[in-house]
């Protein structure tokens, strides 16, 4: 009987050549997305990006310069379309989560709603979707960070929006509760089955969250892709560096091989001549012995981080299961233990987005 109160038909998004300047500084570029119903879209990008921005075009709340963007088939905006902001059946949970701290929880959540619909039923139908049946006589202040944000969430979810837009939602918690936090909600996002697209500039929270992720670099996405073929396949180095731990080593490739500081790497496509090769951390391995120097060691319980200097070439971080098995000082080999992996062109030859020098 709750999910029927709240039911929703998931929504499409589609953006098409959207651009957005705020005076002279151009903030979207020629922004193309497509969000699947049920879908759950990260937008992945550091700070200054034009995330947020985008996030806000699509909720009506930024008028863009050029572009069209439609929501479930309906252009809402375009060249001779705009539609209100409370007309295009979207949710949106801000970053600060923007309750009202003299209204009630309950008043927070029926605030969106039509006065018609503003019945104490549809309030709790709502309230019990985010688990805080009970508490809408309770104000925002008595409760937690992480009931605070479940708050906004159903005041987002309550009128029954096609489209749910989350910018930064988990910013401000704490990081043990951040990660408690993001799985309730990944697992109400997919119980609602609500079309979602959220902004963050943490890889984690993309890659856990995320069907798929897009990430942002000065106005423009330069690449989305599910999150496993985002860490396997980043289109450039910074994109490679950005989503995670990321070596990259110069090399001299010949076919499917290039030949690297640490050895014969296998490469995911043949080329010949220099190239710069992905090798992530957990891709490498350690043997006792030889001319490579263990400068630093971080322990993370579950893993360890060594970070280890190349005797012809950079520092270079591997990560391995379990507790240390070497000490700083100790002399080493590393040799990768990866599939075939990436390449890009050799130093200075630019592709797609910025470049990350290791």
């Given at each position: 009987?709750?999910?029927s109160m709240l039911s929703v038909e998931p929504g499409t998004i589609t953006v098409t050549g959207l651009d957005k300047s705020f005076g002279q500084h151009p903030v979207l570029r020629g922004i193309d997305l497509h969000v699947a119903p049920r879908?759950?879209?990260?937008?992945?990008?550091?700070?200054?990006?034009?995330?947020?921005?985008?996030?806000?075009?699509?909720?009506?709340?930024?008028?863009?310069?050029?572009?069209?963007?439609?929501?479930?088939?309906?252009?809402?905006?375009?060249?001779?379309?705009?539609?209100?902001?409370?007309?295009?059946?979207i949710g949106m949970v801000?970053?600060?989560?923007?309750?009202?701290?003299?209204?009630?929880?309950?008043?927070?959540?029926?605030?969106?709603?039509?006065?018609?619909?503003?019945?104490?039923?549809?309030?709790?139908?709502?309230?019990?979707?985010?688990d805080l049946g009970?508490?809408?006589?309770?104000m925002p202040g008595t409760l937690s960070g992480g009931q605070q944000q479940r708050v906004a969430l159903a005041r987002a979810?309550?009128?029954?929006?096609?489209?749910?837009?989350?910018?930064?939602?988990?910013?401000?918690?704490?990081?043990?509760l951040r990660v408690q936090v993001r799985s309730e909600i990944h697992?109400?996002?997919?119980?609602?089955?609500?079309?979602?697209?959220?902004?963050?500039?943490?890889?984690?929270?993309?890659?856990?969250?995320?069907?798929?992720?897009?990430?942002?670099?000065?106005?423009?996405?330069?690449?989305?892709?599910?999150?496993?073929?985002?860490?396997a396949h980043p289109a450039t180095p910074w994109v490679a560096g950005f989503v995670g731990d990321?070596?990259?080593?110069?090399?001299?490739?010949?076919?499917?091989?290039?030949?690297?500081?640490?050895?014969?790497?296998?490469?995911?496509?043949a080329t010949h001549g220099a190239v710069t090769v992905l090798l992530r951390p957990e891709e490498l391995r350690l043997t006792p012995g030889g001319d490579t120097i263990v400068e630093l060691i971080e322990y993370y319980g579950h893993d360890t981080i060594y970070l280890v200097q190349l005797a012809m070439g950079p520092l270079v971080r591997v990560r391995v299961g379990g507790a240390p098995q070497h000490r700083r000082g100790d002399l080493v080999t590393v040799a990768y233990a990866g599939p075939p992996t990436v390449w890009y062109p050799e130093r200075g030859v630019e592709t797609r987005g910025p470049r990350l020098s290791p």
């Open positions: 009987m709750v999910r879908t759950v879209v990260a937008l992945l990008g550091p700070s200054g990006c034009g995330k947020t921005t985008l996030l806000r075009t699509i909720a009506g709340l930024e008028r863009p310069d050029h572009g069209s963007i439609e929501v479930s088939g309906g252009v809402v905006v375009g060249p001779s379309a705009w539609v209100a902001p409370e007309r295009r059946r801000f970053q600060d989560w923007a309750l009202f701290p003299h209204l009630d929880v309950a008043g927070n959540v029926g605030y969106g709603l039509p006065r018609k619909q503003r019945t104490a039923e549809r309030i709790e139908a709502a309230l019990e979707i985010v009970g508490l809408a006589k309770r979810i309550a009128p029954g929006p096609s489209v749910l837009l989350l910018d930064e939602p988990f910013s401000n918690l704490d990081s043990s697992q109400l996002l997919v119980e609602v089955g609500v079309t979602t697209v959220f902004v963050t500039h943490d890889q984690d929270e993309a890659f856990v969250l995320g069907d798929e992720v897009a990430v942002m670099f000065e106005g423009q996405i330069v690449q989305i892709a599910k999150p496993a073929d985002l860490y990321a070596n990259l080593l110069d090399g001299s490739a010949d076919g499917d091989v290039a030949r690297t500081a640490i050895g014969a790497v296998p490469l995911l496509t």
